[in-house]
């Protein structure tokens, strides 16, 4: 399985010092920072209304704006050497992409459920240099994931958390998900993000997760870097 990697999710940090924020990370171990972008993401699997997304109509989230482009770009050029591992919960996400490569993103993760034509994307992400990630939320199946996206992506994130925003519980359920894809796709960077720390990081990891993203239990901890030692720890065992 490959190494562990660690993500903290930005969403988290104090937006009026952002790159401080990133800088503060890097120098307590992260090895990526997760930015989650958020555009009334087109939820196609599922037309429940969920408590913790209360803003979640007819199937359709309601526009949640949290960062864009120009935001990257600004942090890309101040934080020397980061990785952005950017998390578009966004509708066409075909759209982006250029706006995302030309601010300095290194991975650009897309959600199944948006996307039209995976195979493609994942393409035009690569012509942009940039990593492909593909996002399954937690109704859609580990099966959505077929065997051509799965071996053309780079990254694939199993959502622990219906996508919207940070602080929401742990969803075990979907961890077996994990496990279908680290059998499927041994080599690849296998991703959970949704209420993912401490508490959590063992089902994670032994299920066959290396990229851990963890808001709320990291920059909310008082010893930041303690938390990314243990997560760190716990996947590579
Ligand atoms: C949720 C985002 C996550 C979020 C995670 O929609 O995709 O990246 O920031 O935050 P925590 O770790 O607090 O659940
Ligand atoms: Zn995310």
New binding site residues.
């Given amino acids: 399985m490959p190494q562990a990697i660690i993500s903290p999710?930005v969403?988290?940090s104090d937006f009026g010092q952002l790159t401080a924020e990133c800088k503060r990370m890097i120098k307590d171990g992260a090895d990526w920072l997760?930015m989650?972008m958020?555009r009334g993401f087109y939820h196609l699997v599922s037309n429940e209304i969920h408590p913790p997304c209360p803003d979640v109509m007819d199937g359709h989230f309601v526009p949640n704006i949290t960062m864009g482009a120009p935001i990257l770009s600004c942090v890309h050029k101040s934080v020397p050497g980061i990785f952005m591992d950017c998390?578009m919960?966004v509708s066409q996400p075909e759209i982006w992409i250029n706006d995302v490569a030309n601010a300095g993103g290194a991975l650009y993760c897309f959600h199944i459920e948006a996307a039209s034509d995976p195979i493609s994307l994942i393409k035009a992400i690569h012509d942009r240099k940039m990593k492909a990630g593909v996002a399954i939320s937690p109704d859609t199946p580990s099966l959505a994931i077929t065997d051509e996206i799965g071996h053309s992506a780079d990254m694939l994130l199993v959502?622990t958390?219906?996508?919207?925003?940070?602080?929401?519980k742990?969803l075990e359920r979907c961890v077996p998900k994990v496990a279908e894809l680290r059998a499927r796709f041994p080599e690849k960077d296998i991703e959970v993000?949704?209420?993912?720390?401490p508490k959590t990081i063992d089902v994670c990891a032994q299920a066959g997760s290396n990229v851990i993203?963890?808001?709320?239990?990291i920059f909310g901890a008082d010893d930041p870097k303690a938390v990314i030692k243990t997560l760190r720890g716990t996947v590579n065992t």
């Fill in positions: 999710s969403l988290a997760h989650g958020f998390h919960m959502m958390v219906y996508p919207g925003r940070g602080g929401q742990f993000d949704g209420g993912v720390g993203v963890a808001g709320t239990a």
